[in-house]
């Protein structure tokens, strides 16, 4: 190791790995519903443009959370995003080519994409 | 790089890995690479997460999610439930995690066995690979040694050190910064650092457990230290018997190497520093730091008088600093939060934390490492879960061999160095064994010095031949041959064993004993006096005995016993003859109707 910046970038590299395990819960959560209808109805493709969205945007105060049946299966995919200090905000019926507008305008510059939420599709 | 959406952390420490930790982390990759997740959810060996007693303990990110007791059948069922369905399996869930009535799962640092824990010295067991110096890295890893070598004189990282209040943690409690001043001033060409992770307390594994879970933060402190004594050299004195440690601390110090953070040159400001490990044999007075230093050297283990301590005179004829693996494991911290911040942490005279491997009758065994100054009955009640079977807790050993017991009475004592000394106990190393009505204490008194009978080096007469008539008069109380004066003569033996024998293991040896007549002179006098052993457990002291009130006479008793000791007639009481009687005990535990008692 020739000089403190070296280490400074192995430490970014490998940061948004380890952060995740982190019992914090003051991050934003996207969690995304995988019970058998969420799946069938295509979650899992959905949950996999997520990671690669936030992998590549290097955020490393998001996590990508699964949890079991949200309860509109009608509606799935169904996706949850917690930010903390506001009210959830759920996306449904999701498509991989969604989630890059999700990252980009909610996650990353706090605008809800209005037109992919629940209130927007029932 | 990969990002992985979950990680699997199994607990590599040696307690999970004796319950077959490494079967479960083979079949979570067999199952993962089967269900097509193996590129989203990745394994990962840890340290130890202290709660041994559960093992082996499986945690789940990122939803923390706490599985203790897991079997390899279970490991499918995580896969299908919670990592495809995002659902946790609730019955595999450690049940302190779920709230009561609920199906809520609580975050780890609200259980009992955590929420009064603070994580320095064990910050990284279990959160890191400890075989990935890239994960130390990134939990702010080797930016200590960077800040020393780069901002900081020697004078300033000693400074540090002494404003933090940092004493060793290896038994004695010497505060670190002056022991570093020490190793400074002292005059020479050639001097070396040197770490004491021999760890002979019987029951102990908090320094196993750091080397196993977080080698590089020793390595990293003793860099530090390098550098501010003027050392380019370093030792690692570990035992052989410590095999997992001594294979990661390998690693590390070969990967610590590969990224030029050992070696020439670190950091492009001319330091150089490289470590080396001994491997000890496993002798405990190889803990004492002038025989392991002699060891070292390749000389057989004995220690020699002090003064000129090691910092004057140690390694090879020249200056050593040495400390132990906790105390280095809290360097770095200082160093990265600052002197004030450590200082804000434990008591006016203790500050920081303490590890403790919690062992004995106690429902949480395991490592804990908690503030100074919190109290036993906290460690006791809270963070262990009290004593299991409804028992009541008796008494609690600090300090292996070399310390004391606090009786119950003393509970609430704060555990910190100068209350723990002034009721005759010790900090010790971290050693903590709890004991429930069920222990005698003039037997474990016993226990502990046939502990030292046995490791004496046996260089001089006080503690060779001294700690060996203090067993044989043990010996004759436990067995109902003691006298008044007896206890006597064990109270001025232990006194000219302390004052005459040449290093701390003779000097420390008595403390057992001394401290059970002190608070449990009662137990000591019924031995002698009523020849009766009070907990039962002093075999030739017990006699059985039949209440014919109680018996009903089916003669199990009778049928069972190995000598043909008891007597009777079917339907009538029976007798024990405690002349034949051999105290094996079988004949209680045979009794359907209870009715034999010690
Ligand atoms: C018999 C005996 C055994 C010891 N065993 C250990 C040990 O296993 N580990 C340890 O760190 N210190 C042990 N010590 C204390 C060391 O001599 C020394 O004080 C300590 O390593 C200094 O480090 P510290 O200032 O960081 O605590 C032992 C001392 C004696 C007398
Ligand atoms: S006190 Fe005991 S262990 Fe220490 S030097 Fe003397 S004989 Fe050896």
New interface residues.
């Given amino acids: 190791m020739k000089s403190i910046s070296e280490l400074q970038k192995i430490r970014e590299k490998v940061l948004s790995e380890v952060n995740l395990r982190q019992d914090r819960q003051d991050g934003i959560r996207i969690v995304v519903g995988m019970a058998t209808c969420g799946i069938a109805a295509g979650a899992r493709p959905v949950m996999q443009e997520f990671i690669s969205e936030i992998s590549k945007r290097n955020l490393l105060n998001v996590k990508v959370i699964q949890t079991g049946c949200i309860g509109m299966c009608r509606l799935e995919p169904i996706v949850e995003v917690y930010v903390p200090g506001q009210e959830k905000v759920t996306y449904v019926k999701m498509t991989p080519d969604k989630v890059a507008r999700i990252v980009s305008e909610h996650i990353v510059n706090g605008k809800v994409v209005d037109e992919y939420t629940v209130g927007a599709q029932s | 790089?990969?990002?992985?959406?979950?990680?699997v952390?199994v607990c590599g420490g040696t307690g999970c890995t004796s319950s077959g930790s490494q079967t479960l982390i083979d079949e979570f990759e067999k199952c993962l690479k089967e269900a097509n997740l193996d590129k989203?959810v990745?394994v990962v060996r840890t340290g130890c997460f202290g709660l041994c007693a559960l093992g082996p303990i499986v945690i789940v990110?990122?939803?923390?999610a706490f599985y203790s007791m897991v079997k390899k059948e279970d490991v499918k069922e995580i896969v299908d439930e919670h990592?495809?369905?995002?659902?946790i399996v609730k019955r595999l869930l450690y049940h302190d995690t779920v709230e009561a009535g609920t199906d809520n799962v609580k975050?780890?640092?609200q259980v009992d066995f955590y929420k009064k824990q603070m994580r320095i010295a064990l910050r990284n067991c279990g959160?890191?690979d400890p075989e990935n110096i890239?994960?130390y890295?990134?939990?702010?890893g080797?930016?200590a040694l960077?800040k020393v070598l780069?901002e900081m004189t020697p004078e300033q990282v000693i400074d540090e050190l002494k404003r933090s209040g940092l004493r060793g943690r290896g038994g004695g409690g010497f505060p670190t910064g002056l022991k570093w001043e020490f190793a400074k001033n002292a005059p020479g060409d050639k001097k070396y650092v040197a770490c004491n992770a021999d760890e002979g307390d019987p029951g102990a594994f908090m320094d196993r457990s750091i080397l196993e879970g977080d080698p590089h933060s020793v390595i990293e402190a003793m860099a530090i230290a390098g550098y501010t004594i003027g050392a380019d050299q370093g030792y690692i004195y570990i035992r052989a018997e410590y095999p997992i440690a001594v294979k990661r601390l390998r690693i590390a110090i070969e990967q610590a190497r590969e990224?030029?953070?050992l070696g020439k040159?670190?950091?492009?400001t001319g330091f150089n520093f490289d470590l080396d490990i001994r491997l000890g044999a496993g002798a405990f007075v190889c803990g004492e730091e002038t025989a392991l230093i002699t060891s070292i050297e390749g000389h057989r283990g004995e220690p020699r008088p002090r003064p000129p301590f090691p910092a004057v005179k140690g390694l090879f004829g020249k200056p050593t600093l040495l400390n132990n693996v906790e105390t280095y494991a809290n360097i770095t911290t200082i160093i990265n939060r600052g002197a004030d911040w450590f200082a804000s942490i434990g008591t006016e005279k203790s500050k920081g934390t303490k590890v403790f491997a919690l062992g004995g009758k106690i429902t949480n065994t395991g490592l804990v490492e908690i503030p100074m100054g919190t109290t036993l009955r906290e460690i006791v009640e809270e963070i262990g879960g009290g004593i299991p079977n409804g028992k009541k807790f008796k008494a609690a050993q600090t300090g292996g061999p070399s310390g004391g017991c606090i009786p119950a009475e003393l509970i609430d004592v704060p555990i910190d160095y100068d209350s723990l000394t002034s009721i005759g106990s010790m900090m010790g190393s971290g050693g903590l064994i709890i004991m429930d009505e069920d222990n005698c204490m003039v037997d474990i008194a016993k226990f502990f010095l046939e502990f030292t009978v046995d490791e004496s080096c046996g260089k001089c007469t006080p503690c060779r031949i001294g700690t060996k008539r203090l067993y044989e008069l043990l010996e004759k109380i436990t067995e109902g041959k003691g006298t008044l004066e007896d206890i006597d003569r064990i109270e001025k033996l232990c006194l000219s064993i302390k004052q005459g024998s040449l290093c701390g293991l003779g000097q420390t040896a008595p403390n057992p004993v001394l401290s059970t007549l002190r608070y449990f002179k009662d137990e000591y006098i019924a031995h002698v006096v009523d020849k009766k052993c009070p907990a039962g457990v002093c075999k030739a002291l017990s006699n059985y005995e039949i209440i014919p009130e109680k018996c009903r006479g089916c003669g199990i008793c009778a049928k069972n016993c190995p000598v043909g000791a008891i007597s009777g007639q079917v339907k009538n009481p029976y007798h024990i003859d405690t002349e034949k009687c051999i105290k094996c005990g079988v004949c209680m535990t045979k009794c359907p109707f209870k009715a034999i008692v010690k």
């Fill in positions: 790089m990969e990002f992985y959406r979950s990680h952390l989203e990745k990110y990122p939803e923390g990592l495809i369905k995002g659902r975050s780890l640092n959160v890191i890239e994960e890295i990134a939990m702010d080797y930016t960077a780069t990224y030029g953070l040159n670190i950091f492009g």
